[in-house]
């Protein structure tokens, strides 16, 4: 049975910079105050992940966060949890190379949802773009502690992957306002950052300064 996820689509503009939620930085605020402060700073497309929520917190959660993706008309995301992402119809999933198979998650999605999918080698991003990924997250493109068990990408492999798919890719780990401008030239449509967005004492200046510098990429 196919999943009727909202009729949505992608295009590298939307990835421009795609920010990924992390509850590991909430400090006594909310998920949905953050959120809205970094939408407020020009984030362009926004995926919420969650590792260690209970199935019914992380559905109230969602719902909340998507009603603010669709207040500032970006995409909203789910990662991993397929049943989630059906049940209040996201604009698409986002999984990993050890998450469900993608093949199998596009065939449960049907043909309009935005899947994403994680790769950090060529051979990994070509068996992607064949199993129906509508964009590429690579990386981690720089140190990161914010996944412990994330590969290493060079810049000479992010380039060849944006020159061997024709599906958008968004460079992922570890980015910030420092480094971003060192993946200028490979290729990429848009960067996916956590940390620096979430960790962040000013969100939505820490966003229009991220927004801007993806700008000269
Ligand atoms: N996948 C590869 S690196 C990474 C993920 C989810 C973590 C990105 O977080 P940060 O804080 O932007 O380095
Ligand atoms: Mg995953």
């Not at 910079?17 to 909430?26: F, P, V």
């Not at 995409?75 to 989630?84: A, L, M, S």
Request: glycine letters at 8%; aromatic letters at 4%; charged letters at 30%.
């Amino acid at each position: 049975k196919v999943l009727n996820l909202k009729s949505s689509n992608i295009n590298g503009k939307d990835l421009q910079l795609y920010a990924i939620t992390d509850r590991h930085w909430l400090n006594e605020r909310t998920l949905a105050e953050q959120v809205r402060e970094c939408l407020e700073g020009g984030a362009t497309i926004l995926q919420i992940r969650e590792k260690n929520l209970p199935e019914n917190e992380f559905l109230e959660e969602a719902k909340e966060i998507q009603a603010l993706c669709k207040e500032f008309k970006i995409p909203f995301i789910v990662n991993d949890n397929i049943n989630i992402a059906a049940e209040i119809k996201a604009d698409g999933v986002h999984v990993g190379q050890e998450d469900m198979d993608a093949k199998k998650v596009r065939d449960m999605l049907g043909e309009n949802a935005i899947l994403g999918v994680s790769a950090s080698t060529v051979e990994e991003a070509l068996k992607a773009e064949r199993d129906g990924a509508d964009y590429l997250g690579v990386g981690a493109v720089f140190p990161t502690s914010t996944k412990g068990d994330a590969d290493s990408v060079t810049f000479e492999t992010l380039k060849e992957i944006c020159e061997t798919v024709s599906i958008p890719v968004v460079a992922i780990g570890g980015i910030s306002a420092d480094n971003l401008l060192k993946l200028k030239g490979s290729g990429i449509d848009g960067v996916s950052v956590i940390s620096a967005i979430f960790a962040s004492d000013d969100i939505t200046a820490a966003t229009k300064k991220l927004k801007e510098l993806t700008e000269e990429l």
